[in-house]
């Protein structure tokens, strides 16, 4: 059998097509499509989420995450600044915090602050306060090495513009250098905040009041009074809300960024 | 731009320049400098004087010393040994406050280096409020004026990456100006420009020097040097080989490697050489 290599390609490339149309169909012709929409996109569950999944839950996963936000790119700020210091100490103190605090779980810092200070030092912390420190921890260890990279990415021609014309080196800083660098890393800072959306969901080891609940534990409670899993499929959904713009800025800023160079 | 062309010739001016006043110490004195870079030593002991007024041109082939001497001067770059001194302060004191050294001495470079994330009139207001404390007024009033100087006044709300080269280092003068720096250097200045817009440029700092300006100036440019520099420096290997008047040091050197480098910058009607000879060399 003589076939050219261009007959070849059009052959292989049906027999793909045809393979994937049968499994769907097959899968199509199994399925019992009644159940699978009692189970997920029961219309009456889904109703009666409404308006708490979005007044409450989706409000409060924003809430989490800016505030966790907000706290760790502060501290990341400090630890990439500590982590360019002229003084030794300073740098070791920075990594050390990095390397561990990207080493341990969120899951353990979320459980160590709700519950291991508390009964360690006998003190109750706001809940707000607990999920802004937990999130920002973590975060901050991620955004200082982020930062430190950008922060490296502004040009030394930019240090000397600034010192030249007798700017401090803090003054340098803090006016010329950071605000470049933070330009620099928009794109992975925004990428930064998706994670810290989706981590924000750790939350429901707190033991939250109803005011309180987010999208996850919001979901998981709804899910065990309808025993539907159309809950979750929401919560889910309303997390797309939040991080599918938030990737399609980060797509539009690296190109912006790229356009630039 | 270019206001030679409304007064007198070049010399006339020049002589008019208030050079070395009596008394005062000089805009620039340098001893026994020295600096090494790991085991290279860049400049092996320079000494040489920049009186008040006066504008000298630093010429050389590249690697001899001359972008590192100028960098010393606002210890950019930390001198291995040595003196600096600038109006009479030492620069070069473990002590001084050299922030506010550095407020007095207007720095050029050959990249420009902008602040590109603000805009002219910005990168020009935004350093004299941080560091001289000026109000935000008087800043924008500074800054315009110094803009008009330099011919850009219709680009105060451009970013960087909005003006050409020429502009963008014209903006960079305006904003040294800005700081009413008593001296200024200029490190290469056209070095990184299109050719047909580097006469802007030079139209800017040949009007600075027209009005008194204390200038040094490290520069390829050899009929600037020639037209504009009250002395050249000549540098090669780390040390000042031959200075002098423009006449002397490019139109009549004494010593041969200042001879077989104007030679070889190929531009036989700044160094006076025959079109045979700088043809000759180019192989």
Redesign the interface.
């Known amino acids: 059998m003589s076939m050219t290599r261009r007959q070849r390609t059009r052959v292989i490339r049906s027999v793909q097509y045809a393979v994937l149309a049968v499994v769907v169909l097959a899968i199509a012709q199994a399925a019992d499509w009644g159940e699978i929409q009692r189970a997920f996109f029961d219309v009456e569950v889904a109703k009666a989420q409404f308006p708490d999944i979005i007044t409450t839950a989706l409000v409060n996963t924003v809430i989490y995450t800016l505030l966790g936000f907000g706290f760790g790119l502060a501290l990341g700020l400090l630890l990439a600044l500590m982590r360019l210091s002229q003084v030794p100490p300073y740098r070791w103190l920075a990594i050390v915090y990095i390397e561990f605090f990207r080493g341990v779980p969120a899951l353990l810092v979320f459980i160590a602050l709700g519950f291991g200070v508390p009964l360690a030092f006998q003190v109750a912390i706001n809940q707000y306060v607990t999920v802004m420190l937990a999130l920002g921890l973590v975060g901050a260890a991620y955004m200082a090495e982020t930062l430190r990279a950008g922060i490296q990415a502004v040009p030394k021609g930019q240090t000397e513009a600034a010192r030249s014309l007798g700017m401090s080196q803090g003054r340098a800083m803090v006016s010329i250098i950071i605000p470049q660098a933070l330009r620099i890393v928009l794109p992975p800072l925004t990428n930064e905040l998706i994670l810290l959306t989706k981590d924000s969901s750790l939350v429901y080891l707190l033991g939250l009041s109803l005011s309180q609940y987010e999208l996850a534990k919001f979901g998981r409670d709804a899910l065990n009074q309808n025993r539907s899993l159309t809950p979750i499929l929401i919560a889910g959904l309303c997390y797309l809300v939040i991080t599918l713009p938030l990737g399609h800025l980060v797509r539009r800023l690296e190109a912006r960024t790229a356009r630039a160079r | 731009m270019d206001k030679s062309s409304e007064t007198d010739p070049a010399p006339d001016v020049k002589a008019s320049r208030p050079t070395g006043a009596s008394g005062e110490a000089p805009a620039i004195e340098v001893r026994a400098l020295r600096k090494s870079f790991g085991s290279l030593e860049v400049l092996t002991g320079i000494d040489f004087t920049v009186a008040r007024g006066e504008v000298v041109c630093v010429i050389g082939p590249s690697g001899s010393g001359k972008s590192t001497l100028l960098r010393c001067v ?1 210890r ?1 770059e930390e001198p291995t040994s040595g003196t600096i001194l600038v109006a009479g302060a030492e620069v070069t004191d473990p002590d001084v406050d050299i ?2 050294v ?2 007095g ?3 050029v ?1 050959q ?1 420009f ?5 603000l805009t002219a009139l910005q990168n020009l207001t ?2 004299q409020r ?3 404390g000026r109000g935000k007024e008087e800043a924008a009033r500074v800054a315009r004026e110094r803009l008009a100087r330099v011919g850009l006044t219709d680009k105060e709300s451009s970013y960087p ?1 909005q003006l050409s080269g020429g502009q963008q280092q014209r903006v ?1 003068i305006a ?2 100006l800005a ?1 009413d720096p008593e001296l200024m250097l200029f490190d290469e200045p056209t070095s990184a420009l299109d050719p047909e817009l580097v006469g802007d440029v030079l139209a800017v700092m040949r009007s600075l020097a027209d009005e008194g300006m204390t200038m040094l100036v490290v520069t390829h440019e050899m009929s600037f040097a020639r037209e504009v520099a009250d002395r050249v420096v000549f540098m090669d290997g780390g040390v000042i080989v031959e200075e002098g008047s423009p006449a002397q040091v490019i139109g009549d050197p004494s010593h041969s490697r200042t001879k077989s480098f104007l030679s070889r910058l190929l531009d036989p009607a700044a160094a006076g050489l025959s079109e045979d000879r700088a043809r000759g060399t180019k192989e």
Do not use: E, Q, T
Request: charged letters at 25%.
């Open positions: 606002n950019l922030d506010k550095r407020r001495i207007g720095m470079f990249s280096n902008l602040f590109p994330h935004l350093p941080r560091v001289l990456a960079a904003r040294a700081m």
